[in-house]
């Protein structure tokens, strides 16, 4: 929330720039030292009394942004700005902030490559003096500003194209792991799903991590460049950018790792259907094949000892006999048992519990 107030900020700052309030030397003392002849001078600001690299008075290099002072010299001495000596018309390489009798103060905008300030003074033909070309600064093709972002150094441009490409890179590995998640068969995670869990999701987080310094990172450099307003609007779009990409990567993320555990939880529920259902039908064919005939094998000897006990009352059995009937029973066991192994009914009921 704090960055997006911040990148409104900037925003409202690069609309609508107050003009900076800067020490000049005197513009009367300045012209003294221009020389004989009439020439246009420029005057930037600084130390009190005008140093060589202040007073202005053939072509110069400047970035934009650079506010001077323009005067007109006659014979070193200061022109009227008013009345019939000498007018500064507009230019749209020179913002005119301040007008007064013996000055114009402006801003070199940057939006000419080159300007020729005295062809910009009406009635004065062939008039010598300062003209200003615009320094370009740095710039780098920003991906994520679709546009080229100015930079005040060398250094910082660079330093901002690695950090963007680092987390360009990140981010397309995050959307790899994103995807990989979506893609996974959950039937083989199910056998063993809390590590296959970690397996996957451990690099979907470390991605997440990754993407999440990488927009520091990023956000760093675009905050330094919009607020000294060399980067002007793109830094602001590409500040936007970083942080729509992360947000749709992340809500991405999260859909897919809530789509795996919802999906792996049906595949462990169907599993466990399955292995119950297995069991029932291993049961069952158990006790068809050995539970029945085994109980009838059982029954109908127990039924002859209980007919001989009635036609001869003096006729007994030893634990024989009975242990006869009882192995009839285990026989029908084993074979019951059998026939849930021969089915995987053991190993499901075990995977089961």
Do not use: H
């Given at each position: 929330?704090?960055?997006?107030?911040?990148?409104?900020?900037?925003?409202?700052?690069?609309?609508?720039?107050?003009?900076?309030?800067?020490?000049?030397?005197?513009?009367?003392?300045?012209?003294?030292?221009?020389?004989?002849?009439?020439?246009?001078?420029?005057?930037?600001?600084?130390?009190?009394?005008?140093?060589?690299?202040?007073?202005?008075?053939?072509?110069?290099?400047?970035?934009?942004?650079?506010?001077?002072?323009?005067?007109?010299?006659?014979?070193?001495?200061?022109?009227?700005?008013?009345?019939?000596?000498?007018?500064?018309?507009?230019?749209?390489?020179?913002?005119?902030?301040?007008?007064?009798?013996?000055?114009?103060?402006?801003?070199?905008?940057?939006?000419?490559?080159?300007?020729?300030?005295?062809?910009?003074?009406?009635?004065?033909?062939?008039?010598?003096?300062?003209?200003?070309?615009?320094?370009?600064?740095?710039?780098?093709?920003?991906?994520?500003?679709?546009?080229?972002?100015?930079?005040?150094?060398?250094?910082?441009?660079?330093?901002?194209?690695?950090?963007?490409?680092?987390?360009?890179?990140?981010?397309?590995?995050?959307?790899?792991?994103?995807?990989?998640?979506?893609?996974t068969d959950v039937s083989a995670a199910s056998d063993d799903p809390e590590n296959s869990t970690e397996e996957l999701l451990d690099p979907l987080n470390e991605s997440s991590q990754s993407v999440a310094n990488h927009t520091n990172e990023l956000e760093n450099h675009l905050y330094e460049t919009a607020w000294n307003s060399s980067g002007g609007s793109n830094a602001i779009l590409a500040l936007e950018a970083t942080n729509d990409r992360k947000r749709a990567a992340d809500a991405d993320a999260r859909a897919a790792k809530q789509n795996y555990l919802t999906r792996l939880e049906a595949a462990e529920s169907d599993a466990r259907s399955t292995?119950?259902?297995?069991?029932?039908?291993?049961?069952?064919?158990?006790?068809?094949?050995?539970?029945?005939?085994?109980?009838?094998?059982?029954?109908?000897?127990?039924?002859?000892?209980?007919?001989?006990?009635?036609?001869?009352?003096?006729?007994?059995?030893?634990?024989?006999?009975?242990?006869?009937?009882?192995?009839?029973?285990?026989?029908?066991?084993?074979?019951?048992?059998?026939?849930?192994?021969?089915?995987?009914?053991?190993?499901?009921?075990?995977?089961?519990?």
């Open positions: 929330m704090r960055r997006r107030i911040f990148v409104a900020f900037l925003a409202v700052l690069l609309v609508a720039q107050p003009a900076v309030a800067a020490d000049y030397p005197d513009v009367e003392t300045a012209c003294s030292e221009a020389g004989g002849g009439e020439v246009l001078i420029g005057v930037l600001p600084g130390a009190d009394t005008p140093s060589d690299g202040q007073v202005l008075n053939d072509t110069t290099t400047l970035y934009a942004g650079t506010t001077l002072k323009v005067a007109l010299c006659k014979n070193g001495e200061l022109a009227n700005t008013q009345g019939s000596e000498w007018s500064l018309a507009d230019s749209p390489g020179l913002e005119t902030l301040d007008r007064s009798q013996s000055d114009v103060t402006v801003r070199v905008t940057g939006d000419e490559s080159e300007t020729d300030v005295p062809s910009l003074v009406e009635d004065k033909d062939d008039l010598d003096g300062v003209s200003i070309r615009v320094q370009q600064p740095p710039t780098v093709e920003s991906e994520l500003a679709d546009s080229s972002i100015a930079f005040g150094s060398a250094d910082a441009a660079s330093a901002y194209a690695e950090s963007e490409t680092e987390y360009l890179d990140a981010l397309a590995d995050y959307s790899n792991a994103t995807e990989r998640l979506n893609d292995v119950l259902l297995n069991l029932v039908g291993a049961a069952v064919v158990g006790l068809v094949v050995g539970g029945i005939p085994g109980w009838k094998l059982t029954a109908s000897k127990l039924e002859d000892i209980r007919y001989d006990r009635q036609v001869n009352s003096s006729v007994t059995y030893g634990p024989r006999v009975l242990a006869r009937a009882g192995g009839l029973a285990l026989v029908a066991l084993l074979v019951t048992a059998a026939a849930l192994f021969a089915l995987g009914g053991l190993t499901a009921l075990g995977g089961l519990l």
